[in-house]
């Protein structure tokens, strides 16, 4: 029995890996690197229109997804974008399984395991959104949020501002990527060549710099809403974009963001295209 499921584990463990560096699975990355920078070019579209004045939408990711809904075509396009979301899902489930297998340092590989995670679920949650909004269940604004819920727990107003010290701390990673180019290497050789190189990589420079500013704000009001208790002063990317609105320069500081935040959308369209392996 043992060595039969010892077997067996091999035979899931190779399957895992041939999944993992199959063709199939560069196609669909690339296809979900496309619903991904859509979401963001949304994002950086409702910034700037809210910066001009335009309430209505929500930049966030739900707002991406309601404002998808309402092009022509809308319900399929939500369709679309959350499925290849959860292929993003898939990608960094099989990386964080099987991935990494070049560093050597077991610690350095376990962490980049572990990130693969972390991603998965931001993948996981853009695309459970789009599918909210695709049956309906995502126009309720009665739902509690996730801050609130956690806070109820016993320790949760200590976790919430670990939790919001953790998006701090990715807001500056995010922006020391940005300051030392770091996110290059998402790109093959071709895609950092050239005109077509330099462009991308401005992309990317403006993209990652708008991250982690928008991180920033909205892992500050997270603690700020941990240490005061009230779950109403923290939000995720919409509530920091609004708060950004309402300091000196609010609009200009805005739409700024909502431009680099579409930039990081035109990036991923680039590391679609050009995705190194």
């Known amino acids: 029995m043992?060595?039969?499921?010892?077997?067996?584990?091999?035979?899931?463990e190779g399957a895992g890996r041939d999944a993992h560096n199959s063709k199939w699975m560069d196609y669909a990355v690339r296809a979900g690197l496309v619903a991904y920078a859509v979401v963001y070019l949304m994002i950086g579209w409702l910034a700037v229109q809210l910066a001009l004045g335009d309430r209505e939408g929500k930049p966030s990711s739900s707002g991406a997804?309601?404002?998808?809904?309402?092009q022509p075509f809308g319900d399929v396009l939500i369709w679309v974008v959350s499925i290849g979301m959860f292929l993003l899902v898939l990608w960094k489930l099989l990386d964080a399984a099987f991935g990494h297998q070049e560093e050597r340092?077991?610690?350095?590989?376990?962490?980049?395991?572990l990130v693969s995670v972390g991603k998965?679920?931001?993948?996981?949650?853009?695309g459970l959104s789009g599918l909210r909004v695709a049956t309906g269940s995502g126009s309720s604004g009665k739902n509690k949020s996730w801050t609130a819920s956690v806070m109820e727990w016993p320790g949760g107003q200590l976790l919430v501002g670990l939790a919001g010290l953790a998006v701090i701390g990715y807001g500056c990673y995010q922006g020391y990527?940005?300051?030392?180019?770091?996110?290059?290497?998402?790109?093959?050789?071709e895609g950092r060549s050239g005109s077509s190189g330099t462009a991308y990589l401005a992309f990317g420079k403006a993209g990652y710099t708008a991250r982690?500013?928008?991180?920033?704000?909205?892992?500050?009001?997270?603690?700020?809403?941990?240490?005061t208790h009230d779950a109403s002063k923290s939000g995720g990317l919409d509530q920091a974009l609004f708060k950004v609105l309402e300091q000196p320069f609010g609009p200009v500081l805005l739409c700024l963001l909502g431009i680099g935040l579409a930039c990081y959308g035109l990036?991923?369209?680039a590391r679609a295209r050009h995705l190194s392996q």
Not at 2 to 12: E, F
Not at 105 to 113: G, I, M, P
Not at 177 to 189: C, I, N, P, S, V
């Open 212 to 227: 982690g500013i928008a991180f920033l704000v909205a892992g500050g009001l997270i603690v700020y809403g941990a240490a």
């Open 105 to 113: 340092d077991d610690s350095k590989r376990t962490r980049k395991r």
């Open 2 to 12: 043992t060595v039969s499921g010892g077997s067996a584990a091999r035979r899931a």
């Open 267 to 269: 990036f991923t369209l």
């Open 120 to 126: 998965a679920i931001i993948y996981a949650a853009i």
């Open 65 to 70: 997804m309601h404002q998808l809904a309402e």
């Open 177 to 189: 990527r940005a300051w030392t180019e770091g996110f290059a290497d998402k790109l093959d050789a």
